[in-house]
T-cell receptor, first 111, second 116 residues
Framework: QKEVEQDPGPLSVPEGAIVSLNCTYS??????FMWYRQYSRKGPELLMY????GNKEDGRFTAQVDKSSKYISLFIRDSQPSDSATYLC???????????FGQGTRLTINP | GAGVSQSPRYKVAKRGQDVALRCDPI?????LFWYQQALGQGPEFLTY????????KSGLPSDRFFAERPEGSVSTLKIQRTQQEDSAVYLC??????????????FGEGSRLTVL
């Protein structure tokens, strides 16, 4: 079993819908939680960054971390066709350098 | 340049050939990472440098893989005697500070290696 599990999708929703993306993890030492967006044939780019539990909002994006359930989420409001990409969750323990990524969820927003 | 630059963008190698992939991080960035991303998968950690010191190479899959960053800036990932299972996108990332808790990782566009 992988340390970080993420449904690969694909997920297809109409423009304007609310999108929910999720990851579960098994390592209770994870403290830093991130969401990256990766367009086709491009490198990942950081969307959201959260330390420990709680919520964080940035424009149309909201990240939630529930450490008791070992579950993190990314919500996208008013989704746009330009949001079509692969979304990767990533996490790391305190003091560690490397990130552990999920498999990525491929998302398509249909106009 | 403004971002992390990787070359070559695409490389086709015959099985058994040696390849070298170059990463030019953002100027002044202390940390440099190499990740391997297989098709349809998330990136997997290979190795980490803090300046010129290779502090973690636990993700290198075999002794055929070697990475260096001799002057603390440009890094090279070398794969000897390539095998078909080495086919993947190799991503380089850099960060201004040391550790994911202290700064954003900036990724390059990757070097796509295909081994025939």
């Amino acid at each position: 079993q992988k340390e970080v599990e993420q449904d690969p999708g694909p997920l297809s929703v109409p423009e304007g819908a609310i999108v929910s993306l999720n990851c579960t993890y098994s390592n209770s030492a994870f403290q830093y939680f991130m969401w990256y967006r990766q367009y086709s044939r491009k490198g990942p780019e950081l969307l959201m960054y959260t330390y420990s539990s709680g919520n964080k909002e940035d424009g149309r994006f909201t990240a939630q971390v529930d450490k008791s359930s070992k579950y993190i989420s990314l919500f996208i409001r008013d989704s746009q066709p330009s949001d079509s990409a692969t979304y990767l969750c990533a996490m790391s323990p305190q003091g560690a350098q490397k990130l552990v990524f999920g498999q990525g969820t491929r998302l398509t927003i249909n106009p | 340049g403004a971002g992390v630059s990787q070359s070559p963008r695409y490389k086709v190698a015959k099985r058994g050939q040696d390849v070298a992939l170059r990463c030019d991080p953002i100027s002044g960035h202390v940390s440099l990472f190499w990740y391997q991303q297989a098709l349809g998968q998330g990136p997997e950690f290979l190795t980490y440098f803090q300046n010129e010191a290779q502090l973690d190479k636990s993700g290198l899959p075999s002794d055929r893989f070697f990475a260096e960053r001799p002057e603390g800036s440009v890094s090279t990932l070398k794969i000897q005697r390539t095998q078909q299972e080495d086919s993947a996108v190799y991503l380089c990332a850099s960060s201004l500070f040391a550790g994911p808790g202290t700064g954003e990782l900036f990724f390059g566009e990757g070097s796509r290696l295909t081994v025939l």
